[in-house]
């Protein structure tokens, strides 16, 4: 029985959904079925799902919050808000990593709204499809087969809009149980259907034998489940045959032989211009196999259709093939001498004791692009360790801010590694960069920390990499000043769990953004990397790189932002070609979290995409605010009531500083528009 009490921390006011939608406005509206039920898409600030789980012996108002990309399904008839209650049951019942947890609910008379996380289809890459089916799969059969208490949800409604992923487009949940229900496993009497309106927006996922029995069974869901696989393999293509062909069925898609005609364009041409240099397309034997499986899957017969337990080992196959596909990443040693100019001192654009770097210009069937080519010296163990530890790194972690791997060759004593071009290079060029605004710097910020989310967690939910040499010249830039995390020689692949997060290893890393606790201890964490990340939003902010600073002050940046804090001057901290650009409240939080991650406790130190969610609150103080100073200010700390106005006019009036948010708050609360007003004279 549903005790919507134990849910009220999931509640949501109306006025916000109103505000998400402006009142439900049509051009936020996204499907609707005959009225009883209307689809929309928004954005609005809700607790963190990541916590949510932990609210146990919490007030409410302990949980942080975040903002989401949502989908909200309004429910305006009797019948349909009945289906709300019972989606509300089967979410507060289910736990399982691919079963989506309730993201928040509204009432309101007799309407009702649920909260899903939006999707965007064409952002996802064969294996990223392949990851997904396999998460769908186990949801699929935990609902069937897995549940306690003998007891097994039929879906009955599984199609593409019920697929929830999370941030990193990974991490597939099941969701949309309005029309779900539960049953005794042994009970092998078919779920009588309800036909009604609310149907409708399932029609195009539903079995043969259920539109025409009205009986729901294991099978009916293996055909919906077969009909997503379909979608994620033919985009929309499915939907407008149907839409134009009333007795068109599923399996004649397969029966025809077309169906690689028909798979979706954005996946036949994977690949292409991306500069990555594979073969276009996905790897022809995990294709194969994954339109075997979705033709078993879609067979009018129900008793032809296979298991989940056959489903879920044919997905593994396919994502095996596909995973082996990264063979086409090996390049031919004549391509990458002829594009370096034989590996010209003209095109040598860096290096180490780890070998030299060099741009180059490489010929491929689509044109020519430019790469970034890292020979490695292979006279040292140390260059043929890195060597694989970086191709095995950015051959299986791929996100929009990690570097893109473009291929390799590993032929006799070469070890050469080639990524895509950064046509603005690397950050540490650009940290005293006037022309980089405040703007660009907090997204840059946002980038690296979204990279450094991933890599921390985004692939395998027990395993993370820890870059172990974080630094402003391991970020690279593109032309519209998008970053990417680089060099992963020193990086580490952990395992974590219950028992152990860390590795324990001799320190590695920069001198000034190397983690003291690690280089101390040598146990390698996570937290590692939060600090040196710490280290880098302070560069950013102040302009300045942590060995300009050692140079001319004898001490590391994060010492001289500690000393700068005791001293009550963090304000100063900050590059003066930005200081007029930045809000006061921005500001804060961004030095808040940047140097939280300095913690000399590892413990307290956040999480990389802690550290995400306050660079966006940071940007989004930012872009929101109106308040503008004609002229940077400069306050000395005071103490708390102090109100003496010629006195603070005084400093004010010294320029070059930013007002901190943090100082104003111990003056009188009219005493910035007088500085202002007076100044404005």
């Not at 041409?269 to 022809?284: A, I």
């Not at 654009?349 to 741009?359: L, N, Q, S």
């Not at 860390?502 to 920069?510: E, H, K, N």
């Not at 939060?530 to 300045?544: M, N």
Request: net charge negative.
């Amino acid at each position: 029985m549903l005790q919507i009490n134990k849910l009220e921390h999931l509640r949501i006011g109306l006025i916000d959904i109103l505000k998400a939608t402006n009142n439900f406005s049509d051009e936020y509206e996204v499907w609707d079925m005959l009225g009883l039920l209307k689809v929309y898409t928004g954005d609005l600030e809700l607790y963190d799902r990541n916590y949510v789980s932990s609210l146990e012996g919490k007030n409410i108002g302990e949980l942080p919050k975040r903002h989401y990309n949502i989908r909200i399904m309004r429910f305006k008839h009797a019948t349909a808000v009945d289906r709300f209650y019972n989606a509300i049951e089967i979410l507060s019942t289910c736990k399982h990593g691919n079963i989506d947890s309730l993201l928040g609910f509204v009432t309101k008379g007799d309407t009702c709204n649920l909260l899903c996380i939006s999707l965007n289809m064409s952002d996802l890459t064969w294996d990223m499809r392949l990851r997904i089916c396999l998460d769908v799969a186990h949801g699929l059969n935990y609902l069937h087969n897995e549940m306690e208490d003998q007891k097994m949800v039929i879906h009955r409604a599984i199609s593409s809009m019920c697929i929830l992923l999370d941030d990193n487009l990974q991490g597939a949940k099941i969701t949309g149980f309005e029309l779900s229900t539960f049953r005794e496993t042994q009970d092998e009497d078919a779920l009588p259907f309800q036909k009604d309106g609310l149907n409708a927006w399932i029609c195009f996922s539903m079995a043969p034998e259920l539109s025409e029995t009205g009986k729901a069974t294991k099978e009916s869901d293996i055909y919906s489940f077969g009909i997503v696989m379909l979608d994620i393999l033919c985009g929309l293509a499915y939907i407008t045959e149907m839409h134009t062909n009333a007795e068109f069925r599923a399996e004649q898609w397969f029966k025809d032989g077309k169906i690689k005609q028909r798979v979706a364009r954005v996946i036949r041409e994977e690949n292409r211009g991306n500069k990555l240099f594979l073969k276009e397309g996905p790897d022809e034997d995990s294709l194969d196999t994954f339109i075997k499986i979705t033709e078993r899957c879609v067979a009018v017969n129900p008793e032809q259709r296979p298991t989940l337990q056959v489903i879920i080992m044919e997905l593994r196959k396919a994502l095996t093939f596909q995973e082996n596909h990264k063979d086409h990443l090996r390049m031919s040693f004549k391509d990458i001498e002829a594009a370096t100019q034989n590996f010209s001192r003209a095109n040598e654009i860096g290096g180490g004791g780890f070998g030299r770097v060099y741009k180059g210009e490489l010929a491929s069937e689509h044109g020519s692009y430019t790469i970034v080519a890292k020979r490695l010296d292979t006279r040292s163990r140390q260059g043929d360790q890195q060597f694989y530890n970086e191709l095995h790194i950015l051959s299986e972690y791929k996100h929009e801010n990690v570097i893109g791997l473009v291929g390799y060759n590993n032929d006799e004593q070469e070890r050469i590694i080639v990524y895509e071009y950064a046509p603005k290079g690397s950050l540490d060029n650009y940290l005293n960069d006037a022309n980089l605004t405040w703007i660009n710097r907090l997204n840059i910020c946002i980038d690296v920390a979204r990279g450094l989310a991933f890599l921390h967690g985004g692939v395998q939910e027990h395993e993370a990499v820890i870059h172990r040499d974080m630094k402003a010249a391991n970020i690279l830039l593109f032309d519209d000043w998008k970053a990417k995390v680089a060099d992963y020689g020193l990086s580490l692949i952990c395992t974590i769990s219950d028992e152990t997060d860390y590795v324990i290893d001799y320190a590695s890393g920069t001198p000034g953004y190397l983690d003291p606790v690690y280089q101390k201890s040598r146990f390698l964490t996570k937290e590692s990397d939060i600090y040196s990340l710490g280290v880098i939003l302070f560069e950013i902010l102040y302009g300045k790189s942590t060995n300009d600073i050692k140079q001319r002050e004898n001490q590391f940046l994060h010492s001289l932002v500690q000393q700068r804090l005791k001293e009550g001057r963090l304000d100063e901290v900050v590059f003066n070609a930005i200081n007029n650009q930045i809000v006061a409240e921005a500001l804060a939080t961004f030095q808040a979290i940047a140097y939280q991650c300095l913690h000399v406790d590892r413990e307290k130190r956040p999480t990389a995409q802690d550290v995400l969610v306050q660079l966006q609150k940071a940007l989004e103080l930012q872009s929101s605010s109106k308040f503008s100073v004609p002229k940077p200010l400069y306050m000395k700390k005071l103490s708390k009531g102090c109100t003496r106005f010629q006195g603070i006019l005084e400093m004010a009036r010294n320029p070059g500083r930013v007002l901190s948010v943090i100082e104003l708050s111990c003056q009188d609360e009219n005493l910035e528009a007088k500085v202002v007003e007076e100044l404005a004279r």
